[in-house]
């Protein structure tokens, strides 16, 4: 009693709890530091401050004094209570002193230590238990006696005077003894249940992360290959940028020197002016009429200007034309070594060549024909290349199969070679040679060139010209790409050709339907389904074949001093364009094979130069 009136006395009149921290006000009341500064600051912006338990007024925020003394009581009080949670289940029996309880009597409602138990009745009536201290909760709430069945219909714990008098009477009861082992046998059952199902579920985990690990590796692997491909395209990009960029200064390098020859051409021109302008103002002020009429004529002087004049507009210019052409074609190449490369990356079907595509039988190509004889030479498996185009025709779509191998065994006499004529590229007669047939002349059709093209008289030479043609323009006429055609169409029949391509450093050369387009991007030679060629780009020193479009690089066969002269072979009914450059020896370069709808001429494209053609037939 005097404990809980000292509790009381030590109460902050706040938080009603034990003091902490306290603290004084000048009228003599106390509480705890945290408890009094929180009603002081809420105080604060009303009229005063006023004491919490007598509301005395402050006009100004009031000083707090500590109150060691009533600390040292409040703290002291504190550690002389016994700590309820660890004070557990006392002995009823021991009143002297708190000694913890051992067994619990149901019966007797007491908790007994070890010598109170030992003195205890042993009667089957006095139910002993663990220490508790709610004995009331093993009794029947309506007796007040001790449970000692189950009963199953209600699943409850039932008295003795439940199951024989009270709502239970008549139920199927058990002991707890037996209900316990039943409900333990249960639960037994159900821990299996839980840890086979626990143990499938940490199998579906284990399974799920090997997936998960599966798929991180293999976009480990995925990021790698695009890194790399995209490695690989930086890497090809700043070749073409350097080439590029070196083409355009030699380019600079070119005009800048022709610039440096007409200027000078000019300061000569402008000396001997100034002395004519001397000569002329001398006579000018001459006396004697008949010296002045003796001097000689100055009037070549016309003549000078326009010659000078001429040279300066021949100076030339950046060819923004051909740049942009080859920067296109370059990127156009790079394109399609990516999509090369990503084919193979995804083991697909080869390169060039579209999957699920049937060519038809026509259509098949085993090997490159040699344009006179056919030798069965059978070429190595890992030089073939095979690409699908779609055919020309919109009514028998029949795929075109090309096919890309390393040189082949002389098909040609080198004797065939014609002596390369001065200033040109030349499609000339070839020698006469055992078992070969007499070529024929193959003409260009004027009325399908191009402006830009400068035709010789005998129709064979075809060179880039700065200058208009001023030829009429007509639907035949190509109008953006410097081409020509061949006059001659060939429906049937076995046939070759040479061209001289030595004088030119960008050429295309091929076959091509006479429905080709004749203006617009896609008329050029390759550019379309409707014409197959041969190309050389002047800034990379590259051969390319071209067709619908696609543009296919040539292997590192090719010879590095440039083709001077390349023949064509056409098998009509065989539908293949073969194209072989004419060198020691002689190296097939690449074969298209399709199934030829309309006849075909010879095409040139002359973008820098000149190119010469000449002809040769036979029948089937």
């Avoid at 080439?243 to 300061?267: H, K, P, T």
């Avoid at 029949?398 to 890309?404: G, H």
């Avoid at 082949?408 to 000339?428: D, K, L, M, V």
Wanted: aromatic share 4%.
């Amino acid at each position: 009693m005097a404990s809980a009136d000292l509790s009381e006395e030590l109460e902050c009149p706040v938080c009603l709890d034990i003091y902490t921290d306290p603290v004084s006000l000048r009228c003599g009341h106390n509480f705890c530091r945290v408890c009094i500064d929180r009603v002081l600051d809420s105080q604060e912006g009303s009229a005063g401050y006023s004491c919490p338990e007598c509301r005395e007024k402050y006009k100004e925020r009031p000083g707090l004094h500590r109150n060691i003394a009533l600390r040292n009581i409040a703290e002291r009080f504190l550690t002389t209570q016994p700590d309820q949670e660890e004070a557990g289940v006392h002995c009823t029996y021991c009143i002297h002193s708190p000694v913890p309880a051992v067994m619990s009597c149901l019966l007797c409602d007491a908790s007994m230590c070890d010598n109170h138990l030992r003195a205890h009745s042993k009667a089957p009536e006095h139910v002993l238990c663990a220490p508790t201290t709610s004995p009331e909760t093993r009794k029947c709430s309506v007796h007040k006696e001790i449970l000692k069945y189950y009963c199953t219909e209600d699943a409850s714990c039932v008295c003795v005077s439940c199951r024989l008098d009270g709502e239970h009477g008549g139920h199927q009861v058990e002991t707890l003894q037996e209900a316990s082992e039943k409900k333990k046998e249960k639960l037994r059952n159900d821990l299996q249940t839980l840890m086979a199902e626990t143990q499938e579920a940490e199998k579906r985990v284990q399974s799920l992360e090997e997936r998960r690990r599966k798929a991180q590796e293999k976009a480990a692997g995925e990021s790698e290959r695009v890194t790399a491909l995209f490695r690989d395209l930086r890497r090809r990009l700043e070749e073409l940028e350097e080439r590029v960029l070196s083409g355009i200064m030699r380019q600079a390098e070119m005009m800048s020197q022709s610039y440096d020859d007409i200027i000078r051409q000019l300061e000569i021109k402008k000396a001997e002016l100034s002395r004519k302008m001397r000569h002329i103002e001398e006579l000018c002020h001459m006396t004697d009429p008949l010296t002045v009429l003796q001097e000689s004529d100055t009037g070549d002087l016309c003549d000078t200007e326009d010659r000078h004049d001429k040279q300066l507009h021949d100076g030339g210019d950046l060819d923004v034309a051909g740049i942009s052409h080859t920067l296109h074609t370059g990127l156009a190449d790079i394109m399609s070594g990516v999509i090369v490369q990503k084919h193979t990356d995804t083991q697909a079907t080869p390169p060039l060549s579209r999957p699920h595509t049937q060519p038809s039988p026509t259509a098949q190509h085993t090997q490159a024909p040699p344009p006179l004889s056919r030798p069965h030479t059978q070429p190595s498996p890992t030089a073939q290349h095979t690409q699908a185009y779609p055919h020309s025709s919109t009514e028998d779509k029949v795929p075109i199969t090309a096919k890309l191998s390393r040189p082949r065994p002389q098909p040609f006499s080198t004797t065939q070679h014609t002596q390369r004529q001065a200033g040109g590229t030349h499609i000339g007669a070839a020698q006469q040679t055992s078992g070969l047939p007499v070529y024929a002349d193959i003409l260009l059709d004027i009325t399908t060139a191009c402006n830009k093209l400068h035709i010789s008289d005998d129709r064979k030479t075809a060179s880039r010209s700065d200058t208009e043609q001023n030829r009429p323009d007509t639907a035949e006429r190509f109008q953006d790409w410097p081409q020509v055609l061949s006059s001659r169409s060939f429906s049937s029949g076995r046939h070759y050709w040479e061209v001289d391509v030595g004088r030119s450093h960008e050429w295309r050369v091929g076959m091509c339907y006479p429905s080709i387009a004749r203006r617009g991007k896609q008329s050029g030679i390759g550019g379309n389904n409707k014409s197959w060629g041969l190309c050389r780009e002047r800034w990379f020193n590259q051969y390319s074949v071209r067709h619908d479009s696609k543009a296919m690089q040539l292997p590192d066969g090719i010879p590095s001093d440039r083709v001077r002269r390349v023949r064509i072979y056409l098998d009509y009914e065989a539908g293949q364009i073969s194209f072989y450059a004419l060198c020691d020896p002689i190296r097939h370069l690449h074969t298209f094979t399709a199934t030829f709808t309309e006849p075909l001429h010879a095409g040139l494209g002359v973008y820098r130069g000149c190119i010469n053609i000449s002809g040769g037939s036979r029948g089937v």
